[in-house]
């Protein structure tokens, strides 16, 4: 995805409030949606988002999903504003 993506998957607030829940770490679909007040398929959608921009990634273990935070699209975001500022 590009810069455009990336900054319009940040720009919603469920989306920010979910990666700053996954900074603590590995979290279930479930776990996430139960901070919410959101049907799970609304937190799904924000979930397939975040992972269309490279901002989360997935990986399943039996019957559950696993979201963890993707790093390395943060970083290309933060050298991309630091060459913006010269």
């Given at each position: 995805?590009?810069?455009?993506?990336?900054?319009?998957?940040?720009?919603d607030p469920v989306r920010r409030h979910i990666l700053e829940k996954l900074k603590a770490g590995t979290r279930t679909a479930g776990e996430i949606a139960a901070d919410f007040d959101l049907s799970n398929a609304t937190v799904s959608y924000h979930l397939k988002l975040l992972k269309q921009a490279g901002f989360i990634s997935e990986h399943k273990e039996k019957n559950f999903i696993y979201y963890e935070l993707n790093t390395t699209v943060f970083e290309d975001i933060l050298r991309w504003l630091h060459r913006l500022g010269g």
């Open positions: 995805m590009g810069m455009n993506e990336s900054m319009k998957a940040l720009s």
